[in-house]
Nanobody, 125 residues
């Protein structure tokens, strides 16, 4: 079992920055890949960014590439998402997640087993 708790969401203006955190517990944090997803009202949950167990490999959705940075601190059991140059279309609930097989980094939602409760990010124009 893995428990995930996101924090750091809020209301910001377009162009601002925000950093999300995800605290993990229940399993050895450094043993598995992790990812951030987001879900806007009326839309499906979409992949945002992922990182492998060591932090040496990352993947980004095209919509956030160059603006968002995913990272992890294995000593603190914490995953981060640094978001810059935020746009109104980034408004969503953001979730961190752990895949069923933590040894690789999938981008499909169905590959992920453990989810946090989500944190709301609202970007005003």
């Amino acid at each position: 079992q893995v428990q995930l708790v996101e924090s750091g969401g809020g209301l910001v203006q377009a162009g601002d920055s925000l950093r999300l955190s995800c605290a993990a517990s229940g399993r050895t944090f450094s043993n598995f890949a992790m990812a951030w997803f987001r879900q806007a009202p009326g839309k499906g949950r979409e992949f945002v960014a992922g990182i492998n167990w060591s932090g040496g490999s990352t993947i980004y959705a095209d919509s956030v590439k160059g603006r968002f940075t995913i990272s992890r601190d294995n000593a603190k059991n914490t995953l981060y998402l640094q978001m810059s140059t935020l746009k109104p279309e980034d408004t969503s609930v953001y979730y961190c997640a752990v895949p069923r097989d933590g040894s690789y980094l999938p981008t499909l939602r169905l590959e992920y087993t453990y989810w946090g409760q989500g944190t709301q990010v609202t970007v005003s124009s």
